[in-house]
């Protein structure tokens, strides 16, 4: 999986409370280049999980020194990973910022601040499962590396969604990081 010309950045974000007015956020983004890596992250009281996750790759986006850089996106947000991928965010712009439902869009000012990005590299999405404990016995690889697959192609080899899952792992507890020092201040 390793190749030097292609960055890759594993990202997460969660949020302790979600639905309460009042609760902790935290993202952690991780940014690979080669033999290179660099663990950001960071916190945000009174926010939402999906915001997190946009934050994360908003801040590994920022980090970017190169322009038409090569880059594979890792994360476990399927709302995240499907605006890209599905492209939900041409019709919202060609819509005024509504959703289909004449609603407005969600995270605007997130979305509006992520999208410069899509036009100055060249990007590809994946779907990871977040949360794969790979020290127990019981998890089902070979289903996760199936579902894997399913959401990604079969580019990846076992090795590969080993390697990724490892990674998204980290990139969680480095959003876990983020909350516990906005519970520590």
Request: hydrophobic share 25%; no cysteine; glycine share 10%.
């Given at each position: 999986m390793r190749n030097d010309r292609i960055l890759?950045?594993?990202t997460d974000g969660g949020c302790a409370g979600n639905q309460n007015s009042e609760n902790l956020g935290g993202w952690g983004a991780i940014l690979e280049f080669g033999e290179a890596c660099k663990e950001l992250y960071g916190s945000e009281a009174n926010t939402t999980n999906n915001r997190m996750e946009m934050t994360a790759l908003l801040e590994a986006f920022k980090a970017i020194k190169k322009e038409d850089q090569r880059i594979y996106v890792f994360s476990d947000s399927?709302?995240?990973m499907d605006c890209f991928r599905k492209k939900w965010y041409a019709n919202w712009q060609k819509n005024g910022w509504q959703t289909a439902s004449k609603k407005p869009v969600e995270n605007q000012d997130l979305w509006k601040r992520l999208l410069p990005y899509i036009n100055q590299h060249d990007i590809s999405f994946y779907r990871v499962k977040g949360h794969v404990n790979l020290a127990s016995k019981s998890t089902n690889f070979e289903k996760l590396y199936e579902k894997f697959v399913e959401w990604n192609g079969a580019e990846f080899s076992y090795e590969d969604f080993v390697y990724v899952t490892e990674k998204n792992?980290?990139?969680?507890?480095l959003a876990n990081m983020g909350i516990d020092q906005l519970r520590n201040d």
């Open positions: 890759r950045i594993y399927g709302y995240l792992n980290r990139a969680d507890e």
